[in-house]
């Protein structure tokens, strides 16, 4: 138990030391949160539901790139430096750094998702019911499961080059398309139904409907379990294949 402490505490000074994790989900949701709130002119009709609804946009979008990228990244860094053939020759289990890798990550998540909502608060005076708060910070918490997938996925990428343009360019196209930085609605008709069906999308929608008084919806509750089955499926058919050339 000591050492899944010591380790998780390794992994968070890691991850908060990283100015990737740092400038990605915390300077830019804050930064696009503010913008968007108080500079861009959006017409919304309830200001104080519009403010309520982007600090859940921003939020996920925040843990969403720091489950890919973040995770994804630093995996390739340490499976390139050699950090995980080092780890096989300490008494550290498998088993337990990957647990610590896991719980790092979600205490994390957890600090973003504290951060952006206090941000929310200071900006806009953001006011939401406790359940509200509660609520929607753990299915912040448990929507990133599926995106936590993918950075694992990532991380089996060979270089980090690549493994860092990659994980951008999913990034940015799920945050767009599923809705997070513009309202699905103003977008075209065929790009609203293919929204509709991402991770990204599903993620945000929880966290909407949240603030709007009502639960998440069970089809967004269903599709971010179908793709979590699907990545992690995913992920280790390509271990196998990897292990085995």
């Known amino acids: 138990m000591k050492a899944l402490q010591m380790q998780c505490k390794v992994e968070i000074i890691?991850?908060?030391?990283?100015?990737?994790?740092?400038?990605?989900?915390?300077?830019?949701?804050?930064?696009?949160?503010?913008?968007?709130?108080?500079?861009?002119?959006?017409?919304?009709?309830?200001k104080a539901e519009w403010q309520a609804h982007y600090l859940m946009s921003m939020t996920v979008f925040s843990v969403m790139g720091s489950s890919m990228m973040t995770l994804g990244i630093r995996m390739v860094q340490e499976r390139s430096q050699g950090w995980q053939t080092f780890i096989r020759i300490t008494p550290l289990s498998d088993t337990v750094y990957f647990a610590a890798q896991m719980i790092g990550q979600s205490v994390i998540h957890l600090l973003s998702i504290?951060?952006?909502?206090?941000?929310?608060?200071?900006?806009?005076?953001?006011?939401?019911?406790?359940?509200?708060?509660?609520?929607?910070?753990?299915?912040?918490?448990?929507?990133?499961l599926p995106f936590l997938a993918i950075g694992t996925l990532i991380g089996m990428m060979k270089k980090v080059e690549t493994a860092a343009g990659v994980s951008n360019v999913i990034?940015?196209?799920l945050a767009v398309a599923g809705g997070l930085w513009m309202p699905l609605e103003i977008m075209p008709k065929m790009m609203q139904t293919i929204g509709k069906w991402l991770p990204s999308y599903n993620f945000g929608n929880g966290a909407w409907e949240i603030v709007r008084g009502n639960l998440p919806d069970w089809k967004n509750i269903a599709i971010l379990i179908a793709y979590l089955a699907l990545f992690m499926l995913l992920s280790k058919y390509i271990r196998r294949k990897q292990e085995a050339a």
């Open 114 to 144: 504290t951060i952006i909502f206090i941000a929310g608060a200071i900006i806009n005076g953001v006011s939401l019911t406790a359940f509200e708060w509660i609520a929607s910070s753990l299915w912040i918490l448990l929507g990133s």
């Open 14 to 46: 890691r991850v908060l030391r990283n100015r990737y994790f740092v400038f990605w989900s915390l300077v830019m949701p804050i930064l696009f949160y503010y913008i968007f709130t108080n500079v861009v002119n959006t017409n919304a009709p309830d």
């Open 171 to 173: 990034y940015m196209v």
